[in-house]
């Protein structure tokens, strides 16, 4: 490789030539390029927001390769190796620069999960432990998504009463089912291309050209408005968490009297936060209050925390400030960046404050075991953590 041009486009630098131009590299510019190219390798995978590599280990164009199949189960839409749960099975050890969400062993919860905990419990354990987002797998007990009333098209297979079945109805929607019911949800209802390639790398994500936070962007809503959710994306899906290492969840506390007495749930009530989005098949777990006593009938989401009563302590406070705990988050009215502190009377409780995501080893998907919340038993954490004096 003597000649200077070749040199340049092994480097992937041709550009830097165009006809007119002096094409003969001066030793100054070879070592800004050298340099250049060895900053580039020396960066960690794990701090590269969008993905980066070969074409091919992500994508195969025919789904052959001497003379085999490159996966049996495919080929796939846009051209993939392989379906979403194909690439995202494995064990996390804090090398892995995929995030994996099912495990073909049992993991252990909080050690070797991430974030949205793992499919593996509701895949091997039982229904309750998790999302059945898999057709392989439909919930042997529910026929739709708990305190779910939509229907948007397809009656039985509605996107929003079932991950497990897939979507019947009109447009580029129809035979979507599973992750992509949640993950990757272009506003025009097209097929899920190009998320993976989007530049997630700001500290705050919280557009369409970033894919939103975790790919959680949602289709058109009323009057043509699209929404997604707004976050801090943890740089290796939480797993490892620390007080000051950790997700951060946007939340909005809104008008609960127009949620409780409309119904007008979801992405255009509540903003980007993570609890519409989940909303959005749970509609009735948001309306936790009785309109005519006024009385909590569910658990609160998105509702601030109160620098009062049982609540003062809440998070070990002290004059409204905490330590935040990765195993309890809390949803924030802005966000900044990652906090190590809880503060009552603005932070908020909300639907990832108690389950998880995907998964857990526990019922209802929570991230403890609620039944092992005895009152006055002396215990701490999970429930105890904002009710400081029900232990």
């Given at each position: 490789?003597?000649?200077?041009?070749?040199?340049?486009?092994?480097?992937?630098?041709?550009?830097?030539?165009?006809?007119?131009?002096?094409?003969?590299?001066?030793?100054?510019?070879?070592?800004?390029?050298?340099?250049?190219?060895?900053?580039?390798?020396?960066?960690?995978?794990?701090?590269?927001?969008?993905?980066?590599?070969?074409?091919?280990?992500?994508?195969?164009?025919?789904?052959?390769?001497?003379?085999?199949d490159?996966?049996?189960?495919?080929p796939?839409?846009?051209?993939?190796?392989?379906?979403?749960?194909?690439?995202?099975t494995?064990?996390?050890?804090?090398?892995?620069?995929?995030?994996?969400?099912?495990?073909?062993?049992?993991?252990?919860?909080?050690?070797?999960?991430?974030?949205?905990?793992?499919?593996?419990?509701?895949?091997?354990?039982?229904?309750?432990?998790?999302?059945?987002?898999?057709?392989?797998?439909?919930?042997?007990?529910?026929?739709?998504?708990?305190?779910?009333?939509?229907?948007?098209?397809?009656?039985?297979?509605?996107?929003?009463?079932?991950?497990?079945?897939?979507?019947?109805g009109?447009?580029?929607?129809?035979?979507?089912?599973?992750?992509t019911?949640?993950?990757?949800?272009?506003?025009?209802?097209?097929?899920?291309?190009?998320?993976?390639?989007?530049?997630?790398?700001?500290?705050?994500?919280?557009?369409?050209?970033?894919?939103?936070?975790?790919?959680?962007?949602?289709?058109?809503?009323?009057?043509?408005?699209?929404?997604?959710?707004?976050?801090?994306?943890?740089?290796?899906?939480?797993?490892?968490?620390?007080?000051?290492?950790?997700?951060?969840?946007?939340?909005?506390?809104?008008?609960?009297?127009?949620?409780?007495?409309?119904?007008?749930?979801?992405?255009?009530?509540?903003?980007?936060?993570?609890?519409?989005?989940?909303?959005?098949?749970?509609?009735?777990?948001?309306?936790?209050?009785?309109?005519?006593?006024?009385?909590?009938?569910?658990?609160?989401?998105?509702?601030?925390?109160?620098?009062?009563?049982?609540?003062?302590?809440a998070?070990?406070?002290?004059?409204?400030?905490?330590?935040?705990?990765?195993a309890?988050?809390?949803?924030?009215?802005?966000?900044t960046?990652?906090?190590?502190?809880?503060?009552?009377?603005?932070?908020?409780?909300?639907?990832?404050?108690?389950?998880?995501?995907?998964?857990?080893?526990?019922?209802?998907?929570?991230?403890?075991?609620?039944?092992?919340?005895?009152?006055?038993?002396?215990?701490?954490?999970?429930?105890?953590?904002?009710?400081?004096?029900?232990?």
């Amino acid at each position: 490789m003597d000649n200077p041009e070749d040199r340049k486009r092994h480097l992937g630098f041709a550009h830097l030539s165009s006809p007119g131009l002096r094409t003969q590299e001066t030793p100054v510019l070879s070592a800004a390029v050298a340099l250049l190219f060895f900053l580039i390798l020396a960066i960690p995978l794990s701090s590269i927001a969008q993905v980066t590599g070969p074409c091919s280990n992500c994508h195969t164009m025919h789904n052959s390769q001497n003379g085999t199949d490159v996966n049996g189960d495919g080929p796939y839409a846009a051209l993939v190796s392989n379906s979403c749960v194909g690439c995202h099975t494995g064990t996390n050890n804090g090398s892995n620069t995929t995030p994996y969400v099912m495990s073909s062993v049992e993991p252990v919860f909080n050690v070797n999960t991430l974030a949205g905990g793992n499919f593996y419990w509701v895949e091997n354990d039982n229904d309750n432990r998790g999302h059945n987002a898999w057709a392989s797998n439909p919930d042997d007990t529910l026929s739709q998504a708990p305190m779910s009333y939509r229907s948007c098209g397809g009656g039985a297979t509605s996107c929003h009463l079932s991950l497990s079945n897939a979507y019947s109805g009109p447009g580029d929607w129809n035979g979507r089912q599973g992750c992509t019911k949640c993950h990757m949800l272009a506003h025009d209802y097209g097929k899920p291309k190009g998320f993976h390639h989007k530049d997630d790398s700001d500290t705050i994500i919280d557009t369409e050209d970033e894919g939103y936070y975790r790919f959680l962007q949602k289709h058109t809503t009323g009057g043509g408005a699209r929404h997604g959710v707004k976050g801090i994306e943890d740089h290796d899906w939480q797993y490892t968490r620390s007080a000051s290492d950790h997700n951060e969840y946007y939340g909005f506390e809104g008008d609960r009297d127009e949620v409780q007495d409309t119904g007008n749930l979801g992405m255009g009530t509540l903003g980007h936060t993570m609890t519409a989005y989940c909303v959005g098949c749970h509609p009735y777990s948001h309306m936790e209050m009785s309109s005519t006593s006024g009385s909590w009938i569910r658990h609160p989401s998105d509702a601030v925390i109160p620098n009062t009563g049982e609540y003062a302590g809440a998070f070990g406070a002290g004059g409204g400030t905490g330590t935040y705990d990765p195993a309890v988050p809390v949803a924030r009215a802005s966000l900044t960046s990652v906090l190590n502190t809880v503060t009552l009377g603005s932070d908020m409780v909300m639907c990832l404050s108690c389950h998880v995501a995907h998964g857990s080893p526990y019922p209802d998907m929570l991230r403890w075991d609620y039944e092992a919340m005895q009152v006055g038993g002396g215990g701490s954490g999970g429930c105890f953590t904002c009710h400081t004096d029900k232990n």
